[in-house]
T-cell receptor, first 114, second 111 residues
Framework: NAGVMQNPRHLVRRRGQEARLRCSPM?????VYWYRQLPEEGLKFMVY????????ESGMPKERFSAEFPKEGPSILRIQQVVRGDSAAYFC????????????FGSGTRLTVV | SQQGEEDPQALSIQEGENATMNCSYK?????LQWYRQNSGRGLVHLIL?????REKHSGRLRVTLDTSKKSSSLLITASRAADTASYFC???????????FGTGTRLTVIP
């Protein structure tokens, strides 16, 4: 599958637990972007990464959230000590160095905090 | 915030009719893109229009851009039930790769 792969598709966590969301970009894409979508709302930008580098994290909450895109392996969005308000769909997208031709999105991870 | 806004929030039309969605944004851009999202799925890139372009076509899609008004429109002609989805505009900051999405228009095409 040459597309953007996100896993898991659905994730249920109890309040206070950690959530790890994974994203493997499309083959040949070196740029990864994470977005959060609440029900019936648009996508909110969270973070933009290249391999081993965070380019823009202006949309990330200051606490509990972190993201990485290591030299090897998928990009990881990590949410520590989850709260009910973290329940949302988290989408990853990737692009080549120029995003001129648009992003390729994954199918998302739906996080539910109970 | 660089986030755009689509108008209307929701639109319901009969199959065969045309659908027009509008997007307004706040900052200067290099380009503006339109995406489609089926319920519960990721977004799919539809079309990109550069800041120096005024109109672009792709199949049944027609996009216009007015940089003086910081607005764009997406027209879907001869709509089909399969066009039912949410449509989002996305803008980049000049010199940046990251995109900022609008709030979306939810289109329903009634067979």
């Amino acid at each position: 599958n040459a597309g953007v792969m996100q896993n898991p598709r659905h994730l249920v966590r109890r309040r206070g637990q950690e959530a790890r969301l994974r994203c493997s970009p499309m083959k040949g894409h070196s740029h990864v972007y994470w977005y959060r979508q609440l029900p019936e709302e648009g996508l909110k930008f969270m973070v933009y990464l290249q391999k081993e580098n965070i380019i823009d994290e202006s949309g990330m909450p200051k606490e509990r959230f972190s993201a990485e895109f290591p030299k090897e392996g998928p990009s990881i969005l990590r949410i520590q000590q989850v709260v009910r308000g973290d329940s949302a769909a988290y989408f990853c997208a990737s692009s080549p160095p120029s995003a001129y031709y648009g992003y390729t999105f994954g199918s998302g991870t739906r996080l539910t905090v109970v | 915030s660089q986030q755009g806004e689509e108008d209307p929030q929701a639109l319901s039309i009969q199959e065969g009719e045309n659908a027009t969605m509008n997007c307004s944004y706040k900052t200067s851009i290099n380009n503006l893109q339109w995406y489609r999202q089926n319920s519960g799925r990721g977004l799919v890139h539809l079309i990109l229009i550069r800041s120096n372009e005024r109109e672009k076509h792709s199949g049944r899609l027609r996009v216009t851009l007015d940089t003086s008004k910081k607005s764009s429109s997406l027209l879907i002609t001869a709509s089909r039930a399969a066009d039912t989805a949410s449509y989002f505009c996305a803008t980049d900051g000049t010199g940046a790769n990251n995109l900022f999405f609008g709030t979306g228009t939810r289109l329903t095409v009634i067979p």
